[in-house]
């Protein structure tokens, strides 16, 4: 298989990323002190008039904050991550970091930046998924001396998870068997079908083989008017489950006919359902292949 | 002179000095529990904005349970465990790490580091850090040391003496 993309990635390996680039800000105590706070790095040789900043801090001048890049940075670098970007490889995360200090930086120094793509890789999969890891390298000067360089090489992936969640996720599918089989056709066909005893002449739902009353196995099936109330309710949420929405009401429905069935409550708030909700039958196909039975509601409780 | 005076003797001077170093000794290991507050403190103080370092609901939104430190606080993390132990006479050099188990919130990483090489006043370290989902950090540190010690007496300002090593310098040991 040949990678097409990963050919016109290659394109760009030489190539600058930045020329010329400015620091946003001079090297500063200020940021100094905050990133010594927040590494709990007490070291003197950070503080006092004579302080150079943490060398490890090299990048952070470099770096464009909120309001980013301020310029020097080339076409070809953002045409590369745009790239990625189109191809779904929109996440990024950094996974190696070389530096090299040949000066300390002092408060005062004001940095310049060249960067070049050094490499880009093949596809790779990785546990976060898959994608391209590029790498970069950076000098860093004060004037025309050489303070520090940097490699720098991040993952450009498109995350496993959210593939999956591209797809829309579909409600399950009901368990068709032998003695319900007649129950879901009469679905297909927008019909709600009661079993009725034709031994002690009761109904019974949802459907089974034999009698809950006199145990006898003969029946015929009997068509829901549709109309119903509900007879109790619950308001789901959490836990979430793909397909479905929190928070939803899910109503023990009683039909005109006597019996009871779980549904769900359409065209009300989940928070304006109450007991005694006046309710009418109608069918909501999900997708391609699934109606279910719903309830909407005839007025909203007060 | 005992191995311990001459430790004594050292932490008076508050620093290590590049004779003090040897291939294969092994640093004391620093605890480092990886809170929100550090992971976003960390993130801001280096000046990265990326969400998947503050925003936990973007995060998950990318794959990640969590939102996860940025390889600047990793970097920043090993430099100050390599300073903090040989004193603020040190000079880090070079920095090379690579990361593997992210850093999520409530987790605790333990840098270890032993000492590879020395040539002359500089030194190689190799440091692990390793958190409680598995490695995160593996890393080489270069390290110059001024070539002797500064006596006690110095009037240097070099900061408070390093803790005592009970590892490596086990009381009364010849050296
Ligand atoms: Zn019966």
């Known amino acids: 298989m040949t990678d097409e993309l990963g050919a016109r990635l290659k394109a760009y390996e030489g190539q600058d990323a930045a020329v010329a680039a400015e620091g946003k800000d001079p090297v500063n105590a200020p940021m100094i002190r905050h990133w010594c706070e927040a590494m709990g790095d007490t070291n003197p040789a950070y503080e006092g008039p004579d302080a150079k900043a943490p060398p490890t801090m090299l990048q952070v001048w470099t770096m464009g904050g909120l309001s980013g890049y301020a310029g020097g940075r080339t076409q070809a670098y953002d045409e590369l991550l745009a790239l990625l970007d189109e191809a779904g490889y929109t996440s990024v995360v950094a996974t190696d970091c070389e530096q090299e200090y040949v000066r300390p930086l002092r408060p005062g120094d004001e940095i310049t930046f060249d960067s070049v793509i050094e490499s880009v890789s093949e596809l790779k999969t990785t546990k976060l998924g898959t994608g391209y890891f590029v790498t970069t390298r950076m000098d860093i000067r004060v004037g025309p001396h050489l303070a520090g360089t940097h490699r720098f090489r991040i993952l450009k992936y498109a995350p496993t998870r959210r593939r999956r969640q591209q797809k829309p996720a579909l409600r399950p599918r009901p368990v068709v068997n032998r003695d319900n089989a007649g129950f879901w056709e009469g679905i297909e066909h927008h019909r709600l079908l009661i079993q009725h005893c034709t031994t002690c002449d009761t109904l019974r739902f949802p459907w089974l083989p034999g009698c809950n009353n006199c145990g006898g196995p003969d029946w015929t099936p009997v068509e829901a008017s549709g109309d119903g109330t509900v007879y109790s309710y619950v308001v789901m949420h959490h836990p979430p489950f793909p397909a479905f929405d929190p928070p939803y009401a899910v109503a023990l429905v009683e039909l005109a006919e006597g019996v009871r069935m779980i549904s769900n409550v359409v065209g009300v708030p989940y928070d304006k359902v109450r007991i005694g909700l006046p309710v009418r039958l109608e069918f909501q196909s999900y997708d391609d292949e699934l109606v279910l039975p719903v309830f909407r509601a005839l007025e909203e409780a007060g | ?175």
Not at chain 2, 26 to 47: C, F, N, Q, Y
Not at chain 2, 67 to 72: K, P, T
Not at chain 2, 77 to 102: C, M, N, Q, S, W
Not at chain 2, 125 to 151: E, F, K, Q, Y
């Open chain 2, 1 to 175: 002179m005992t191995g311990g005076e001459m430790s004594a003797a050292e932490m008076g001077a508050g620093a290590l000095g590049a004779a003090d170093m040897r291939a294969g000794e092994k640093l004391p290991p620093l605890e480092i529990p990886v809170t929100r507050t550090l992971v976003v403190a960390g993130a801001i103080a280096s000046r990265d904005y990326q969400d998947v370092h503050h925003d936990a609901e973007l995060a998950r939104q990318k794959g990640s349970p969590d939102i996860f430190m940025n390889i600047l606080t990793t970097n920043g993390l090993v430099g100050r465990y390599i300073t903090d132990h040989f004193g603020p006479a040190a000079e880090l050099r070079k920095v090379a790490i690579r990361l593997g188990a992210p850093n999520y919130p409530g987790d605790t990483m333990v840098l270890t580091g032993t000492i590879e090489e020395v040539d002359g006043d500089t030194a190689t370290v190799r440091v692990v850090g390793d958190n409680g989902i598995g490695r995160h950090v593996t890393g080489t540190v270069t390290v110059a040391l001024p070539v002797s010690a500064p006596s006690a007496g110095s009037d240097l300002d070099l900061g408070p003496a390093p803790a005592p090593d009970p590892l490596n310098d086990p009381p009364g040991a010849a050296t």
